[in-house]
């Protein structure tokens, strides 16, 4: 004789909205997205109740979870955070769903512990804050190890960015040997007007296997890291589109072998 189940609605909408907001708080957070509070509200509502509109729609347990999991979450992570390549779309896709295995994992551990102490919707409120301190307080670890001012001279002209130490960028300039950063080519051009003297460096990424850069060597290139000042003279700068940097914190990307 099979097991009989009772779901009650408001419990499901509550859980699921408290797990949401979690999870699209998480990527908003680890994804450095920077989207607006009340785009991540509205996006944890939005999928409270489709989640709650599927549950009735479907009776099978099975089909609930594939709709959900296929179509609910993947169209409400799109509608937050709209991303324009399908890499950065999966990325935010994979933080969401382990932000949802994490704080699932939780309450049933606070629950299990508190049984008879606490009810299940107090377990599922202290996980939802505990998650979210920890995820402000991991965010705050991670910029201030990431990023770094660097500041830039050009033609007696000084301008300061933030910018992104990435084990990624290890891009070097074939024609000097030096190493070279990336900037934002709108905020380049809007200090020293268009570029002159420019060559152009090969580079290789995901998505694209073979590309040139344009870049340039500009006077002098600073970074302000833990208190030290690291100076660059003649510093190679590759002038990256404006789209690589759109809704990012920074305007430069370094190669973290030059502040070694």
Same mark, same amino acid.
């Given at each position: 004789?099979?097991?009989?189940?009772?779901?009650?609605?408001?419990?499901?909408?509550?859980?699921?909205?408290?797990?949401?907001? %979690?999870?699209?708080?998480?990527?908003?957070?680890?994804?450095?997205?920077?989207? #607006?509070?009340?785009?991540?509200?509205?996006?944890?509502?939005?999928?409270?109740?489709?989640?709650?509109?599927?549950?009735?729609?479907?009776? !099978?347990?099975?089909?609930? +979870?594939?709709?959900?999991?296929?179509?609910?979450?993947?169209?409400?992570?799109?509608?937050?955070?709209?991303?324009?390549?399908?890499?950065?779309?999966?990325?935010? +896709?994979?933080?969401?769903?382990?932000?949802?295995?994490?704080?699932?994992?939780?309450?049933?551990?606070?629950?299990?512990?508190?049984? @008879?102490?606490?009810?299940?919707?107090?377990?599922?409120?202290?996980?939802?804050?505990? +998650?979210?301190?920890?995820?402000?307080? +991991?965010?705050?670890?991670?910029?201030?190890?990431?990023?770094?001012?660097?500041?830039? #001279?050009?033609?007696?002209?000084?301008?300061?960015? #933030?910018?992104?130490?990435?084990?990624?960028?290890?891009?070097?300039?074939?024609?000097?040997?030096?190493?070279?950063?990336?900037?934002?080519?709108?905020?380049?051009?809007?200090?020293?007007?268009?570029?002159? %003297?420019?060559?152009?460096?090969?580079?290789?990424?995901?998505?694209?296997? !073979? @590309?040139?850069?344009?870049?340039?060597?500009?006077?002098?290139?600073?970074?302000?890291?833990?208190?030290?000042?690291?100076?660059?003279? @003649?510093?190679?700068?590759?002038?990256?589109? !404006? %789209?690589?940097?759109?809704?990012?914190?920074?305007?430069?990307?370094?190669?973290?072998?030059?502040?070694?």
């Amino acid at each position: 004789m099979g097991a009989i189940y009772e779901v009650y609605i408001d419990v499901l909408a509550v859980n699921n909205f408290l797990v949401d907001l %979690a999870a699209l708080f998480a990527v908003n957070l680890y994804r450095k997205r920077n989207m #607006r509070s009340l785009r991540i509200l509205a996006g944890a509502l939005a999928g409270t109740f489709l989640n709650c509109a599927v549950f009735l729609m479907f009776r !099978h347990p099975a089909a609930y +979870l594939l709709v959900v999991h296929f179509l609910v979450n993947p169209v409400i992570v799109w509608f937050c955070f709209r991303e324009k390549s399908k890499q950065d779309f999966f990325s935010d +896709l994979c933080v969401s769903y382990f932000m949802f295995i994490i704080i699932g994992g939780t309450v049933e551990w606070l629950y299990a512990k508190g049984s @008879g102490v606490f009810s299940y919707e107090t377990a599922l409120i202290m996980a939802f804050a505990v +998650l979210c301190a920890a995820v402000l307080w +991991l965010g705050r670890r991670m910029r201030r190890t990431r990023y770094i001012q660097a500041k830039a #001279r050009q033609n007696g002209v000084w301008i300061t960015v #933030r910018a992104l130490s990435d084990s990624g960028n290890l891009l070097t300039d074939p024609y000097t040997g030096k190493k070279a950063s990336m900037i934002d080519r709108s905020v380049y051009e809007a200090a020293y007007g268009a570029p002159t %003297a420019v060559r152009l460096i090969p580079y290789e990424s995901l998505g694209c296997r !073979h @590309g040139l850069l344009e870049a340039v060597t500009i006077q002098e290139l600073c970074f302000v890291y833990e208190e030290r000042t690291k100076a660059v003279q @003649g510093a190679v700068l590759c002038l990256a589109d !404006h %789209a690589l940097f759109e809704k990012k914190p920074y305007q430069m990307i370094i190669n973290p072998q030059e502040i070694e």
